[in-house]
């Protein structure tokens, strides 16, 4: 069986009573997500040698939500049985050898909250919702029983280990309830004492009483008769103790006998000894509970920050307890326990399991109390795996959970040996990098733009950068420093710097030595050295050469820059990617071959991986940025976007790659092969890193909340899938949880859920009543983590509104209002229509007080007379009382003076704010004529009105302008931008009103605002136009954008965007908008590419039309007329059944008269004008700058033809122009490229067309003393070559028939002609030709001229090389069977003991096959020798010979030989001598071997 990889698993789901278990024999499983990962613990987990005894082996997958529980069945035969449930309401039965489910069900209404495998009864599985109901499930019978004893949120269940009708059940409010489910839910004791969440329920594990010695009578804290009622004591409430664990911080030991509580624990407060988290950050409390088997006596809990207590109970009044741990410092877990659960392994020990918050899983040894291991886990995404290169195999590992891992991969003792990292991070951690030089220096960046340097061998907080990124930071790199900062002498500089790129497009540079200090964007030193005057593209990626000379930057775009320190030189643009840039990576540089250096792979969001060689670039160093359209090799497979890409660091041009498929790809780079594919994860694929040690190992990261180490060896698939597999890997990746609001919410729940969620620190009371996620909270991606390792998770509403008097209370206030509304308006229904009420209604008092207080008693208003005519005629002196009086009667200041007046104005402007009439109270402030402040109130209440505003320069300009302002923040505050706006313009506020209108994205209002009201020169105009270019291109509307970056005058971004689309008439039209613009290298360039588009179309009058675009493409009009001519003359040779679809040819490609060069030629002087040696000769330069790459046999055939053209364009021109030096080795390259593809008909056809009468023209026209006469004899040993295969095809055939190869004397004619691909078998050619059949003087004409073939020095020269690859295909293939038997010696249980038997009854009967002779192993000394001496030998070669290529010398012989067998006497004997000697000396090769042996039989 093929082994698991080694898996970082996610954490274990929080704040869930029982969602981990341990089975008999050593299988333990907790629930992550929504899912269940298992892990072997023990002598059998296949462990390496001297680490911790587990390995996690497999997940149990199929639930779409949250797994809250999860329990095995510890009965004899079925320890492979466990159940869970999850919030999507569904309880599933699992068979974990198989790990498929066995049955389901979904008989919950409501969120599941426990759930309990029953120890008494093997089938029974018993859980309990949110909302009081219980089920009881039977699996073999499927049937199920319904049971609601109490309307409360059950927290937790347990079934009981001595009777099996009994269940005890932990809720939501503290009460406790065990309950007889065989009497339909009957309750058998309810236990009160708790006054919080019950936690966890524990049964002793004996049955009886006798085993504490407990005084009941003095620890008794309830009544003997319990509720009221005197309980006679059955065989079912006879004799068992029960502990529960609450958050009120007690645990409560309960007599069941006795129906009451004979022991409560308090939890001590213990100091905190490990300092992994905030001490300032108030935690939840949890509790859980643990009883040992066959130690009643003993009793282990959890304690306020992750403590383990040991407690004794026998010593009651004493209240005795043992840490866990307590000489290893930190070994304990630094946040809340969550679940407890044993487990016995296979040679008898007692351990003991928990998971915690600080996403840790930690064994324990329950006999010395000490932590056996830690498997660690991740809460979020993993973003980002770098290896450090100074501290080999330490592999950081950046989580969405707000930590760094690093990850010890080297260690012998432990395989899970991982270093948290959080304190300064706080955010999700999405980009890391090790400096190259220093040890333990890790630069992170975050999504929330932070960039920092941990330093990982020591405890100190990191060090911050002062200059934040505005969105995430997607990649960081070291490089060397540019200006600014590499001004200075050496000491005055770090040798290295940080490079950051960002979500926002921008590279900053950052000092290590000084983070304080500002960091410098590199935009500016790139358009002073360049003197660019265009927007600089969005970038995306940042990579550096290891040489530490180059940088390449990818661009939003798709294009790839390549930059020259120190001033950030522009060498080249890659213009091949269409899509986003998410991953660049230089080839390493201390491989066999170093220029490989200069290979440059890079993914995008365009599922297409492309690498460039760009070793003549960086060799040439041009003065101006040249533009590269052709890749040197394409990897095409994946089917969604690319993440990741890395290179091997022990091969040369393997590179791995990570896509959001879910897949990770090793590819074979130079051969363009898809090598190894690793399926293991469940979602998309984010990172991948390729270990510095181990040749087939490989990380991997991605949104399962996952790393997984795998090795290539071990995989089934060879590419990512296609089709039908695409599709369920798809299905596989989607059944991932996907957090979504609860349908139960109250309404009035809502306010307080989205106020707990924004604060980071709530109210401890508000939590207690909110049940949270696992794992925290989730964000807009689908990913739940912790927005903080040290804070506690974000809540979410449990379905109970009654948890909390505080707040349950007020919840119910508003609820009876709402009810009471509701109610008034049924009893009332309106009688007539709504206007007509309207109509009728009487206005509202503007002094209602007053009024009121004039309808009191004939007493009171006798009163009011009197005091009145008191403080009327007694002005002078007034008294006390009276005074009193009139501040009483405040309604009397309507016939009083002024001050009373106001008064009187005051208290009811008063009332009409308590009654919620503000505009009352503005009324009754405007009549006292304040209007300012009027104004003011209405502002600090954000209850300005349009009318208020109106009225406003009643109080002067200032006040008009304060008040304007202040109600376009109040209606910026309202979300009415546009309304803000324009009251700005109103007070000239021109740059404010656009800036608002800007900031919310009304791009459209902003421009017409400023082009309206500013000067057209005004650069915020031009800002306007380019931002909102920016954001038009980022969401796909390119057509708008370019108008955007018309208007700000950019035309050369404006063909840029149009051309991102990538069609035929958008680059067609980019073009030509660049060609107006001026911009005439962007112009051909983008014509070009329109033109290859048109080319798949087979439209080859809209090529042509798109390169009259621009004058600089004659060249490359030439090329497309040779090569529509080309594929016309090849269709014509076609059979009609077998064409294509018909293509659009122009009128003179029509015509058939002459040969194809006369054609061509033809052509070129009437349609392009095309005639003089000086015109061909001009075009020849042009077309000689272009250079492709060399083919290979997964060249597509379009490609292939294309490239052919090009050489063979470049071949006529200069044999036009005269220049023969130049057209031999053109013309041999066009051979040379239909060769190396295989395309052998294509390689006779060019022969055939431009050399139809042989090569002896050309040497007549080169002359012997020629320097390119080396390539003229490898041109006519091709072509003799072809002639050689023709004449052979002749003779094997079926049925041949004569031609100019064979002479035929009978009427013999077959009806078939045959074909390369249908020639005989080797026997059938062995054979001589009959009598009426021999070769042409033709024939034997070219079989004398063979001998040009038969060249020793390349038959030395192939040999040579040949055996340099097999060399090193032989060394690859010894270091994969060496890691593959280690691997398979590990993990099986022992050799397969069939094999030697089967092999020993073979022995006797068969001889050793002479493959097995020949597979016999080599030693690595020898293989190093047969490499050396094939290296020396290639070397002593003259570079002629090594610089043209030459068909193959053995393989001429063979088919000489083959030739001479069929043909007796047709063949110089002296030239079958001369083959055969050949073979003789040089057919020890691998490839030949076979034939030499069947050659000498």
């Known amino acids: 069986m093929k082994p698991e990889p080694r898996t970082l698993p996610p954490s274990p789901n929080w704040y869930c009573a029982r969602c981990s278990d341990a089975a008999p024999g050593g299988i333990f499983g907790f629930a992550a997500r929504t899912s269940v990962f298992l892990v072997r613990v023990g002598p059998g987990a296949g462990a390496s040698p001297g680490a911790p005894p587990f390995r996690v082996v497999g997940e149990l997958v199929g639930h779409t939500e949250r797994v809250s529980g999860f329990t095995f069945s510890h009965h004899p035969g079925q320890y492979n049985l466990c159940a869970t449930s999850s919030d999507d309401g569904t309880v599933k039965i699992w068979d974990v050898e198989t790990k498929a489910v066995v049955t389901e069900h979904a008989l919950h209404q409501h969120t599941i909250s426990a759930l309990h495998w029953s120890p008494t009864v093997k089938d029974l599985i018993v859980s309990g919702d949110e909302k009081g109901v219980v089920f009881c499930y039977w699996l073999n019978r499927s049937d199920s ?39 339909k839910g009957e309750v058998v004791h309810r236990l009160r004492g708790h006054d919080d969440e019950i936690h966890s329920i524990a049964w002793c594990p004996l049955s009886g009483e006798d085993c504490l010695s407990i005084n009941q009578e003095e620890n008794s804290e309830e009544p003997d008769i319990p509720n009221g009622k005197l309980i006679a004591e059955t ?9 529960t664990g609450s958050k009120d911080q007690t645990i409560r030991i309960w007599s069941c006998s006795r129906g009451r509580g004979v022991m409560v624990l308090k939890l001590p407060f213990l100091k905190r000894r490990s300092g992994g988290v905030d001490p300032t950050v108030k935690e939840r409390l949890w509790l859980t509970l643990h009883w040992p088997k066959n130690q009643p006596t003993q009793l282990v809990s959890s304690c306020f920050g992750g403590e383990l207590l040991l407690w004794d109970l026998t010593q009651s009044w004493r209240r005795k307890y043992t840490l866990f741990s307590t000489s290893a410092e930190g070994h304990n877990h630094s946040r809340i326990v969550f679940n407890l659960c044993p487990l016995k392994t296979e040679d008898g020990k007692q351990l003991l399991l928990s998971t915690s918050m600080d996403r840790d899983v930690k064994c324990w040894d329950m006999a010395t109390l000490e932590c056996c291991w830690t498997l660690p886990s991740l809460g979020g995404f993993a973003y980002s795996l770098a290896f450090s290169p100074v501290d080999v195999g330490s592999l950081a590992i950046g989580v969405g959970d707000g930590m760094i891992r690093v990850w010890n991969t080297l260690s012998i003792k432990n395989n899970y040996d991982v270093k948290n990292f959080w304190q300064g991070v706080k955010s999700k951690v999405t980009a890391l990098c090790w400096h ?3 040890e333990g220096c890790l630069a992170f960046g975050t999504d929330d733009g932070k960039v920092g340097l941990y330093d990982t061998c020591s405890n100190k907080p990191p060090q911050i950068s002062s200059t934040y990124h505005k969105k995430t930071v997607y990649r960081l790199a070291w490089g060397p420093p540019v200006p600014p900062m590499s001004l200075g002498g050496e000491g005055d500089r770090p040798s290295l710097t940080l490079y950051s790129c960002g979500g926002e497009g921008i590279v900053l540079q950052h000092n290590p030595w000084k983070l304080s200090g500002e960091a410098f964007d590199i935009n500016k030193l790139m358009r002073d050295t360049n003197s660019i005057r265009y927007k600089l593209p969005v970038h995306t990626e940042i990579s550096w050469k290891g040489d530490g000379k180059v940088m390449a930057l990818g661009n939003e775009d798709g294009s790839i820059e390549i930059f020259q320190v120190p001033n950030l030189k522009l060498l080249c643009t890659i213009q091949q990617h269409h899509k986003l840039v998410n991953a660049i990576v230089w080839h390493h540089e201390h491989g066999s071959r170093p220029e490989l250096s200069c290979l440059l792979a890079s993914g995008s969001n365009n599922a297409v991986i492309y690498v460039h060689n760009l070793k003549a670039v960086l060799e040439s160093n041009p003065e101006s940025p040249i533009t590269i359209t052709e890749p ?3 990897l095409s497979g994946h089917t969604a976007k690319v993440t990741s890409l890395a290179w091997s660091p022990h091969h040369d041009g393997r590179l791995v790659s990570a896509c959001y498929d879910g897949t990770a790809q090793v590819w074979d780079a130079l051969r363009e092969e898809p090598l190894f594919n690793f399926r293991g994860h469940r979602g998309r694929l984010l990172c991948v890193a390729w270990s510095p040690v181990d040749p087939e190992c490989i990380y991997s990261g991605a949104d399962d909340f996952c790393v997984y180490r795998w090795l290539t060896s071990m995989q089934d698939h060879s590419r990512p899938p296609q089709g039908k597999k695409c599709i369920e890997l798809e299905k596989k990746r989607l059944s991932q949880f996907k957090p979504k609001l609860k349908k139960k919410k109250k309404p009035t729940l809502r306010l307080p859920i989205k106020q707990d969620s924004s604060i980071g620190n709530e109210d401890e009371s508000v939590r207690e009543n909110l049940a949270p996620v696992e794992n925290g909270l989730s964000d807009q991606d689908g990913e739940e983590e912790a927005q903080e390792p040290e804070l506690p998770p974000s809540p979410v509403v449990c379905g109970e509104p009654v948890s909390c008097t505080a707040v349950s209370l007020g919840l119910e206030k508003s609820k009876v209002t709402v009810t009471s509304k509701v109610a008034s308006l049924k009893k009332e229904p309106p009688k007539e229509k709504p206007e007509a009420l309207l109509k009728k209604r009487k206005a509202r008092s503007m002094l209602p007080l007053s009024t009121s207080l004039d309808h009191r008693s004939k007493e009171e208003l006798h009163r009011d007379c009197l005091v009145l005519a008191t403080a009327t005629h007694a002005r002078a002196e007034l008294h006390e009382d009276v005074s009193a009086d009139l501040e009483e009667r405040f309604h009397l200041g309507l ?24 505009e009352l109270f503005h009324q009754l402030m405007l009549w006292k004529g304040d209007l300012k402040g009027v104004l003011q109130a209405a502002a600090e209440r954000g209850e300005l009105t349009d009318s208020l505003v109106a009225v406003a320069p009643v109080a002067g300009y200032s006040v008009w302008l304060w008040a304007v302002e202040a109600f376009a923040k109040q209606l910026c505050f309202q979300d009415q931008y546009v309304k803000a706006a324009s009251y700005l313009l109103s007070i000239h506020r021109v740059y404010e009103a656009v800036e608002l209108l800007r900031s919310n994205h009304l791009y459209r209002e902003a421009i017409a605002v400023a082009k309206a009201r500013l000067r057209p020169e005004d650069p915020v105009l031009k800002d306007l136009y380019l931002s909102w270019g920016s954001i038009l291109e980022r969401d796909g509307h390119y057509a708008i954008a370019a108008k955007c970056y018309l208007g700000a005058t950019s035309a050369y971004d404006a063909a840029k965007v149009l051309a991102r689309k990538g069609d035929a008439a958008s680059l067609r039209t980019a073009a030509e908008l660049a060609a107006i613009a001026g911009e005439s290298e962007l112009a051909a360039s983008l014509a070009l590419r329109c033109a290859q588009e048109l080319l798949l179309l087979k439209n080859w009058v809209g090529a042509q039309e798109a390169l009259g675009l621009h004058e600089s493409l004659q060249g490359q009009r030439l090329v497309f007329c040779l090569l529509e001519l080309l594929c016309r003359h090849l269709e014509e040779k076609q059979p009609p059944e077998v064409r294509g679809p018909s293509s659009i040819y122009h009128q003179w490609a029509t015509g058939s008269e002459g040969t194809l060069v006369q054609r061509v030629t033809g052509v070129w002087r009437s349609a392009f004008s095309v005639d003089t040696p000086e015109q061909c000769r001009a075009a020849l330069q042009k077309l000689q700058d272009v250079k492709y790459p060399s083919a290979t046999s997964n060249t597509p055939f379009r490609q292939l033809l294309l490239h052919v053209c090009h050489d063979l364009t470049l071949a006529m021109l200069s044999q036009q122009a005269a220049s023969w030096e130049e057209a031999v080795p053109a013309l041999l390259q066009a051979v040379v490229r239909s060769y190396t593809s295989g395309n052998f008909t294509l390689m006779q056809e060019i022969y055939s067309a431009f050399l139809p009468g042989g090569c002896d023209h050309l040497r007549d026209k080169l002359g012997d003393l020629s320097p390119t006469m080396a390539a003229f004899k490898s041109l006519e040993a091709f072509f003799i070559y072809g002639q050689l295969y023709e004449v052979w095809w002749s003779l094997c055939g079926p049925g041949s028939e004569s031609s100019i190869w064979v002479w035929s004397a009978e009427s013999t004619v077959s009806d078939k002609q045959s074909k390369p691909g249908d020639s005989a078998s080797a026997e059938d050619m062995e054979q001589p030709l009959g009598p009426g059949l021999r070769l042409s003087a033709e024939s034997e004409r070219l079989l004398s001229a063979c001998k040009e073939l038969f060249s020793e020095r390349h038959a030395s020269l192939q040999t040579s090389q040949r055996t340099v690859a097999e060399v090193q295909e032989t060394l690859a293939e010894m270091i994969r069977q060496h890691q593959k038997s280690q691997l398979c010696k590990a993990t099986a249980n022992g050799p397969n003991r069939d094999e030697p038997s089967q092999q020993a009854e073979r022995a ?12 016999a192993p080599v030693s690595l000394p020898e293989l190093t020798r047969r490499l050396t001496e094939a290296n020396e030998r290639i070397a002593e070669f003259p570079e002629s010979v090594k610089a043209w290529p030459f068909p193959d010398v053995l393989e001429c012989c063979l088919v000489l030989l083959h030739i001479g067998s069929q043909c007796p006497g047709a063949v110089n004997p002296e030239m079958q001598q001369q083959a055969q000697k050949l073979l003789q000396k040089y057919g020890h090769t691998r490839a030949y071997r076979r034939h030499c042996q069947i050659r000498h039989t």
Do not use: W
């Not at 065989?235 to 502990?243: F, N, V, W």
């Not at 016939?895 to 503000?918: I, N, Q, V």
């Open 145 to 183: 029983q319904h049971l609601f004893t109490e309307p409360r949120a059950i927290f937790c269940l347990t079934c009981s280990p001595h009777h099996e009708n009994l269940v005890a059940i932990g809720y939501k409010d503290g009460i406790v309830i065990i309950i007889d489910i065989s009497k």
């Open 235 to 243: 065989p079912i409430t006879k004799g068992c103790y029960l502990a």
């Open 436 to 438: 190259p030089n220093k």
């Open 632 to 634: 040197y090799r394409t």
């Open 895 to 918: 016939f009083t003076d002024r001050a009373a007046l106001y008064r009187m104005m005051e208290t009811e402007g008063k009332g009409h704010l308590e009654s919620g009439h503000p």
């Open 1404 to 1415: 006797p009967s068969q001889p050793p096959s002479p493959t097995e002779e020949r597979n």
